[in-house]
């Protein structure tokens, strides 16, 4: 990108931010990942008013959209009685997430949230919730809009999503 930059082009980063150390100028369309993580930790003390412990599903423990997600995560469930136990990554595949879904439940019997910070971790989180009989009792909240994150919002195994708005 620095290269391409120091030729004159212009650079457009679009739904995923590049990290600054490996771009020194260039724009970025896509969402405040930092406030969107924010946004998930407010709905996560919203759906869990007396704490809990809670898991986080990502896609990569590197890319700066997940940092800045859980950055803004964690500072809003600074103080609260919400604890984050485990960090599962997919490093990218979808079905890794299902099985990490499946396996932070089955490890974990005091789980009361999830933070599904990838598109597709919102319904591997929701499918897992659903096929425990967990609804109502271990909260997913996800990020996106992905096909079956809106089917868990709308069978109660999300309890809510923090939707992305780029054409605005």
Known sequence: INKAVGKGLDVVAIDSPVPPADAKTFTFIGTPNVTA?????????KALPNGGDVAL????LTATNVIQRTQGFKQAIAGSKIKIIATENDGGAAAKAATNADTVIAANANLKGIYAEYSYDGGAAAAAVKAKG?????????DDNDPATITGLQNGSISASILQQPFM
């Not at 599903?57 to 990569?60: D, M, R």
């Not at 967990?134 to 996800?142: E, L, R, S, T």
């Open 134 to 142: 967990d609804i109502g009792k271990i909260h997913v909240i996800a």
């Open 57 to 60: 599903l990502v896609g990569s």
């Open 37 to 45: 993580g924010f946004a998930a930790g407010q709905a996560m003390m």
